[in-house]
């Protein structure tokens, strides 16, 4: 049965991503993507659409990917060591951080720096410590994490405006950066993303059973020798650097890792051996088909995905909001 | 294994919770901590098994100091049954006792033979195993109660730690809990080490008593011994009957407080 539901799931995430390649101003059959890419068929691809297919949609679409990948890992792993079900690396803050050192960073080394992702990480870091001090009290709270990534997003939140406002001018796509979209990604940011991407999503899928025991409560895990404080600080730089690593790329886009945690968890279950997995390939199809969908319905006016993903994301975080505390 | 409080002190926020506790645990025997509201009994209990890790003093396993010997070691021999827990809804019987096997798991691997015959046993000793593939979530309070026992039983530990193991259980399901653990301990010789409330069970379910009064060891012994009406008196201020019941067991009935 979850083999099914998992195939299920893995077959959106390639519809998603073929019908990305498919759509857009310029149609390119199924036909001819597989031509070109896998050498399969007889179907010749003229030279502007082979372009368009191999430098501008292939790209974009393995970002949109990744950044499914890593948002969605990074929401299943706050959700389990923050014991909040609203946890989002956007909602409570840690984009925000990843946002204003990654932005601060680009002012001085230029667009896609090597040194952009690191000082995201930093940031998130310093984010997701800010809430932890602020939350914590004889023991982490989930309505004081919540409460207290709201006041970390909202101060981190200023400070990118502050950033983006004084320093219009060094900072490409500014617009792009506070919503998050996917427009004009190429195989630079591929590159940027990738390596993140593989070596988080290994070690948060090593992490499955430790995360399934954090799930019994402090107490009961500790019991079962777990070391709670290390095993939550380590978690946290993990889905600190996953996000920071999408954020980097795509800017602040949100709701990824509220909605598709959430959506894999009613299909699949709570054992987080399952759960992520399906949450990655959940990720990757929500992503890549809400991003089509938003560059093609008031064509040729390209929505960015994070204003999609927000108008999914705010009715689905109330839902949550009065479903779970 | 010999499990040792060595003058152990506990400051809480401020607060003196534990002073001076020195007590030897008997090996391969049920202890029953008992004591009035505030005594320290679950503090004491935490500090056992390195959930309360501040306190000052030493607890040694076999002569040796349990932080030296550390968390995941010491998870392998003892198990903990806490107050505070919890499990996602949609959690099996089975895949909750599977839990205990985590101390004893390698960092990659599935389940082993011993996992599997662990968990066989655990619900079997908890009278589960027809319930293995229902929600934790769907069972009653006594069920659920067993289900979480089953799954530090799946541990199998040498001494097993209990926080008040039949609080808001009816009497039929405190009964039931009771004899599981009597049986695990006659089985196993495992070392039971529980915080009780009544005070009947800590006489009729234990081999010795703790009792704990103003942070301090008020005194310790055999449950028939020590469970006297003077005791009573002293520790929790109420006046009480002793009889004998047609089992001849002696039975404590607290009727008015002083």
């Not at chain 1, 010749?44 to 659409?49: G, N, V, W, Y």
């Not at chain 1, 890593?70 to 909040?84: E, F, R, T």
């Not at chain 1, 992520?276 to 990757?284: D, E, H, K, M, T």
Request: hydrophobic share 50%.
């Amino acid at each position: 049965m979850q083999t099914i539901k998992i195939s299920l799931i893995g077959m959106a995430a390639i519809a998603g991503f073929f019908l990305s390649l498919i759509q857009g101003s310029v149609e390119i059959s199924s036909a001819q993507i597989f031509y070109d890419l896998l050498g399969v068929g007889e179907v010749t691809l003229d030279e502007t659409k082979r372009q368009i297919l191999e430098n501008i949609r292939l790209p974009r679409t393995i970002v949109a990917i990744l950044v499914g990948v890593n948002l969605s890992l990074s929401g299943a792993i706050l959700q389990a060591v923050m014991k909040n079900p609203l946890a989002d690396p956007h909602i409570i803050g840690i984009s925000s951080g990843a946002g204003l050192f990654g932005i601060f960073v680009m002012m001085i080394f230029g667009d896609a720096g090597a040194l952009v992702t690191p000082a995201a990480f930093v940031g998130a870091m310093l984010a997701a410590a800010l809430i932890y001090i602020l939350a914590w009290k004889d023991g982490i709270r989930p309505i004081r994490v919540i409460l207290a990534g709201v006041a970390v997003s909202a101060f981190l939140g200023a400070g990118i405006s502050a950033l983006l406002i004084f320093y219009s001018d060094k900072v490409h796509g500014t617009l792009l950066w506070m919503v998050g979209g996917l427009s004009a990604r190429s195989w630079q940011h591929v590159e940027l993303l990738l390596p993140y991407s593989i070596f988080g999503t290994c070690l948060t899928f090593l992490a499955a059973r430790h995360l399934n025991v954090l799930q019994l409560g402090d107490e009961v895990a500790k019991g079962l020798g777990l070391r709670v404080n290390l095993v939550r600080t380590i978690l946290t730089a993990l889905a600190a650097l996953l996000a920071a690593s999408a954020v980097c790329v795509v800017g602040l886009l949100g709701f990824v890792g509220l909605i598709v945690p959430h959506s894999a968890r009613l299909i699949l279950g709570s054992d987080y051996r399952i759960l992520l997995p399906g949450a990655a390939l959940l990720g990757a199809a929500v992503v890549t088909i809400s991003d089509t969908f938003a560059r093609t319905i008031f064509a040729p006016t390209e929505l960015p995905v994070g204003i999609l993903m927000a108008m999914l994301g705010a009715p689905f975080f109330l839902y949550l909001l009065r479903k779970e505390l | 294994m010999n499990l040792s409080a060595e003058k152990i002190f506990v400051t809480i926020g401020g607060k003196e919770i534990l002073c001076d506790v020195n007590y030897k645990f008997a090996s391969g025997k049920r202890t029953a901590i008992i004591g009035p509201n505030g005594a320290g009994k679950s503090t004491l209990l935490k500090v056992l098994c390195l959930l309360n890790e501040k306190f000052s003093g030493v607890v040694t396993l076999d002569g040796k100091d349990i932080r030296t010997i550390g968390r995941k070691n010491l998870s392998r021999v003892m198990a903990i049954l806490p107050q505070e827990r919890d499990a996602p809804q949609d959690t099996t019987v089975r895949q909750l006792v599977s839990f205990g096997r985590f101390p004893h798991r390698k960092f990659f691997g599935g389940d082993s033979a011993e996992d599997s015959e662990a968990i066989k046993n655990a619900l079997e000793l908890t009278k589960l195993t027809d319930f293995e593939n229902r929600q934790v979530i769907s069972l009653s309070g006594g069920e659920r109660q067993r289900a979480w026992l089953a799954m530090t039983l799946a541990q199998r530990p040498k001494i097993l730690l209990l926080d008040e193991p039949t609080t808001y259980l009816d009497i039929a399901h405190q009964l039931e809990v009771m004899d599981i653990i009597a049986d695990v301990n006659k089985k196993f010789s495992t070392t039971i080490i529980m915080v009780l409330h009544d005070i009947n069970h800590a006489r009729l379910y234990s081999d010795e008593v703790l009792i704990l009064k103003d942070k301090k060891i008020f005194a310790a012994g055999y449950p028939t011994e020590i469970l006297s009406a003077k005791i009573l008196s002293e520790v929790f201020n109420v006046e009480a009957d002793i009889f004998t019941n047609a089992a001849g067991d002696k039975i404590i009935f607290p009727i008015k407080n002083h």
